[in-house]
């Protein structure tokens, strides 16, 4: 969860200091989409959340961290990482527009969210039929 954090941290934070915050916010959906769909995996990877997250860290410092740590806390309240993981991704934009974001960079971080959410469909099923996989404690 950390290597994936600090892949979406990576790519912003190269992105943005190359070529300006738009960029940054691409180049997180970039590696999300990368980390959701590796060509060397044939195109089936992760869910994307925590690359999504750390890349909402160095983009929205307060609100990332704000999301991270929402993320953890839901997780321990409701036993289930992909309740968390939507929560995160339904205030990904918001984060993003109380961190000063506006147009080009919002409709990115949509575009990351949406990502992210697609790839839970099946979490999203699972949920509805109280079939969800929860966390185990130990």
């Keep these: 969860m950390v290597g994936d954090s600090l892949k979406g941290l990576l790519a912003a934070a190269i992105g943005s200091t190359l070529g300006g915050e738009t960029v940054g ?19 089936r990877g992760g869910r994307g959340v925590a690359t999504a997250i750390g890349a909402a860290v160095w983009l929205t410092p307060v609100y990332g961290l704000v999301l991270a740590i929402g993320w953890g806390v839901t997780v321990a ?7 968390a993981s939507l929560v995160a991704m339904i205030l990904y934009v918001p984060a993003f527009a109380l961190g000063g974001h506006r147009g080009t960079r919002l409709l990115l971080a949509g575009a990351t969210a949406l990502v992210v959410i697609a790839r839970h469909a099946g979490n999203i099923r699972r949920i509805v039929m109280g079939r969800e996989r929860r966390v185990d404690p130990a």
């Design 25 to 43: 916010v691409a180049c997180a959906l970039a590696a999300v989409i990368g980390h959701v769909f590796p060509i060397w995996h044939g195109f």
């Design 77 to 83: 309240i409701t036993k289930t990482a992909s309740i």
